[in-house]
Structure formats: C-alpha cells, structure tokens
C-alpha cells in the first residue's frame, strides 16, 4: 500500500490583541446580540501594525517544528496557504524558508482563500504518495484585518488574523489522508472579490471605504453556496476514503459562522456536537481557520489518537476542498 501524508505535529499563533463584538459597536452601526445571532462570533484577534502574514506564519512553523521534534534542514517543503501575503514576491512560504533556515525545501504559496488548508494538505498528500518528498511544512496564515473593510458592517463584523501549522510526513500503518476532494466554480467568483492591479469603477464604487482591495462580498450568496459546497465535499470525500459519516469521530469545518455549520450538519444529518467550533473566539481566518481549529480540538481533547476526521472548507474563488484524516 502506498505510504499516505500523516499529521505528525501541529502548532499555531493568534495575536493577543483582541476586537470584541463591543469594540464593533462603536465603529459601525451594529450591536452584539445581532452578531451573536447571525454569525456566533463574539471577538476575533487582530495583528498588530506592521505584522503581517509571514511573521505570523514563522511563529506557528517554529512552533510546529518544536512540537515535531525535527530540524528546518529536514524539510523538503514548505506549502503556505494565504490569500494576504506580506507581498506578491518574495512569497511568504520562501520568507518562512529563509527565515527558519530550511535550506533543503522548496517553498509554495497557495491561493484557494479559505479552501486553502485543505487544498494544500491535498498537495502534500500526493508528493508523499508518490515518495517525491518525506517532510512537508503546512502552514494557514492569514492578516485579513489588512483586507477588511472597518466601514462595511456586513463584512467587518467575520474576519480576524492568525496563522496554523501542521508537519506532514509518510504513514505506516492506516493513520493519515484517507480521502480528499477539491472543487471551483469560477463563474460565482463574483460574490466575494479583493482587487490588487485591477481598475473596476463599478466594483470599487460597491465599497464602502472606496478602496477596491478591502474585500467586498455578496453575504447570502456565498452564505447559500456554503452549506450546499460543505454538505457535499464533505460526502464525496468521505466515499472516497472508502468510509461512512458513522465512522467520522467529528468535522473540523471552516470556522466562517455559525449558521453555515449549522447548516451544512443538517444536510449531512449530523448532529452538532460533531462538529468542532471556535469560531466565537476568532471570526473568521480564512486558510488559518482549519489548522488552529484542528490544534485546539487536539489540545482540549476533543480528537484523539486513532480518531478519524473530516477537515472541510469553502472560499472565495469560489472554492472548496475536504479531507478525511485519521489521526
Ligand atoms: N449589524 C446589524 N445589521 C446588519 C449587519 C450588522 N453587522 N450586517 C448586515 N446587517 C443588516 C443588513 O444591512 C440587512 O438589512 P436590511 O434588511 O435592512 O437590508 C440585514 O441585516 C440582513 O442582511 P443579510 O445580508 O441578509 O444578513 P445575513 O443573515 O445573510 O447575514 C452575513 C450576513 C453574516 C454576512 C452572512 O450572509 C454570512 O455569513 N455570509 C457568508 C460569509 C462567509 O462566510 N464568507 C466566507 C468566505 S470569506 C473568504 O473566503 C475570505
């Protein structure tokens, strides 16, 4: 049997400076109880000025490669999931390359938005399959403070910053990617956009703040594509590893809001406590949700040695992506 990418190590960063449901009130006209109801997201954490997306990132992999008890030399690469870099180049995974000193590692970004983790957990799965590469860097990092719109009361209220990151590296026996599935639908990429080079008259004038690199987004749009993308990448990729949603422990699904969970269970006919969530303490992270959720439901026990989970998420592009991991 082919060897298949198993998480040996995990760790992760969130900034400590916090931005409470409170401290929204005052910036737009909302209040906490609408937050709470519509998205569950009570505070999210924010970078501080002049940290971006590969400081966060360097922490979370020097972290991981602590936890996994190995040297950056041994790493063959470094896949980084952004969707805000510091810069277009150098990218942040060659900046996390040079800062940790991986001398032997290629080094990729990977641009799915939030779909990211789990497109690039995919990667890495077929390079350990195929023996190309033993030890595979994983990181979700993301400062989506820097592309949100403070002005915008439909968009603000979701996103926060933090960076996740795992080690994958050959399995031995039936632990690690069991089943994967990646899917796009460019045409509805229209409901969720961020320009960088590109002039649209039309699609800057839809921000509040006037500026078209702020994320603009088409909330019940993407809210309707979500729990239908979750349900259904969550069913494919488990039929691919072969299995049932019986035999899944629990769904480390992309922490967006609450009722998008919600909603994706109640498609698959399972019940919440299966679902792992923390989206109360973060908001949204885009590619860093997964990777820090999936720390957390280790650390507080939730998934166990032997376990088996599904990691699922959705993004803009649109995008989506989900992997059964047994642990
Ligand atoms: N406070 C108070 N009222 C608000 C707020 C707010 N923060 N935001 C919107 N409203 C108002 C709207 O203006 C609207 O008022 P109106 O009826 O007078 O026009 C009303 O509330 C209802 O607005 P909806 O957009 O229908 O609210 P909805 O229940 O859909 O919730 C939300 C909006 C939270 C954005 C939801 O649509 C959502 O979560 N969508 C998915 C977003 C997402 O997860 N994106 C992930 C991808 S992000 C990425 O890839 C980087």
Redesign the pocket.
């Known amino acids: 049997m082919l060897p298949r990418a198993k998480i040996t190590a995990m760790g992760y960063y969130v900034p400590s400076r916090r931005l409470t449901n409170a401290d929204l009130e005052k910036m ?4 906490d109880e ?2 709470v109801r ?2 569950g997201i009570k505070e999210r954490r924010i970078a501080e000025k002049g940290v971006y997306a590969s400081d966060m990132a360097l922490i979370a992999a020097k972290r991981v490669l602590e936890n996994a008890g190995i040297s950056a030399q041994e790493l063959d690469l470094i896949l980084v999931a952004t ?1 805000t870099p510091d810069m277009f180049t150098p990218s942040v995974s060659c900046i996390v390359q040079g800062k940790i000193g991986a001398a032997n590692a290629a080094a990729i970004d990977i641009n799915t ?2 779909t990211g983790f789990v497109s690039a957990l995919t990667i890495a799965n077929q390079f350990i399959k195929t023996g190309y590469y033993q030890k595979i860097l994983i990181i979700g990092a993301e400062t ?1 403070s820097l592309m949100t719109d403070y002005q915008d ?3 603000c ?2 996103f926060g910053d933090g960076a996740g990151a795992v080690i994958v590296e050959p399995s031995e026996g039936d632990e690690g990617v069991l089943g994967t599935v990646l899917g796009a639908d460019g045409e509805g990429g229209k409901n ?1 956009t961020s320009f960088a080079f590109k002039d649209d008259e039309e699609e800057t004038a839809k921000r509040v703040s006037g500026n078209k690199q702020t ?1 603009w ?1 088409d ?2 749009e ?2 309707k594509f ?1 729990v239908r993308a979750m349900a259904k990448a969550t069913t494919e990729a488990v039929e691919k590893a072969g299995l049932t949603l019986d035999d899944i422990d629990i769904i480390i699904p992309h922490q ?2 609450i ?2 969970v919600e909603g994706a269970a109640k498609r698959l006919g399972v019940d919440m406590d299966r679902m792992f969530i923390n989206l109360e303490k973060y908001g ?1 992270m ?1 590619s860093a949700s997964i990777p820090i959720a999936l720390c957390e439901a280790f650390g507080s026990g939730r998934v166990k040695k032997g376990d088996t989970a599904v990691l699922v998420g ?3 592009g649109l995008t989506w992506g989900a992997a059964v991991v047994r642990f």
């Open positions: 737009v006209d909302t209040s609408w937050i519509r998205t969707t938005a939030c989506l009361r439909n968009t209220i979701l969720l994320l987004m909330g019940s993407v809210l979500a967006a809001n009722r998008i949204n885009a959705f993004g803009g």
